[in-house]
């Protein structure tokens, strides 16, 4: 049953959904548990009352207008993590850059198998990067992840960004509608003159 399976994959912190078992169900019945999901709505109320994350705009389209959602499309966009940036802090002592973000997860997982960097970016594109946080600790809700950039001394534009890498390489964009560029989430720019 599409809520209970939805309920369950939050209890579970599952992070995988098999497309070829619930997809092709064999026996008498010829329609699959996800194309019986897609039948079953999914409101905010619902969620809320069940204690399941969702991301605000999940409900809206991109021109802002309000968008019917169901079982198969919460559990497909749900499954596993998706992250959020919901505030930056900075502050500049002894020549670096003291930097504090807050993430929220909106998934029924943690970002098992990820690795997060801080990062400086040049306007020629050079990186530096630290390592900041434990993303297989980032279960639903809000967590803060710090660290610290050695403030350039050279003239020049430069963004400070945030970078997720799975262990495969490849790399997560954040649920924010914010920049993402060769796998780094840009989350403010700066010039120093």
């Known amino acids: 049953e599409g809520y209970a399976a939805a309920i369950g994959a939050k209890q579970l912190c599952l992070t995988t959904l098999s497309g070829v078992n619930g997809y092709y169900d064999s026996g008498k019945y010829s329609d699959s548990c996800m194309a019986q999901w897609k039948k079953l709505p999914v409101t905010a109320q619902w969620l809320e009352f069940n204690s399941l994350p969702y991301s605000d705009g999940w409900f809206k389209s991109s021109d802002g207008s309000t968008v019917s959602r169901n079982v198969f499309e919460y559990i497909r966009d749900y499954l596993g993590y998706r992250i959020s940036v919901n505030e930056l802090t900075s502050s500049v002592s002894n020549d670096c850059i003291n930097i504090s973000i807050k993430i929220e997860n909106h998934g029924l997982s943690a970002a098992f198998n990820t690795k997060s960097y801080l990062c400086l970016i040049d306007g020629d ?16 809700g809000e967590n803060t992840l710090s660290g610290q950039l050695k ?15 799975s262990k495969s390489g490849a790399n997560v964009r954040l649920d924010n509608e914010i920049p993402f560029t060769n796998g780094y989430n840009i989350l403010y720019k700066f010039t120093i003159g």
Do not use: Q, R
């Open 125 to 140: 594109g050079n990186v530096i990067e630290t390592e900041t946080g434990n993303p297989s600790e980032w279960f639903t």
């Open 151 to 165: 403030l350039p001394k050279n003239s020049g534009d430069y963004s400070v960004a945030l970078k997720i890498t």
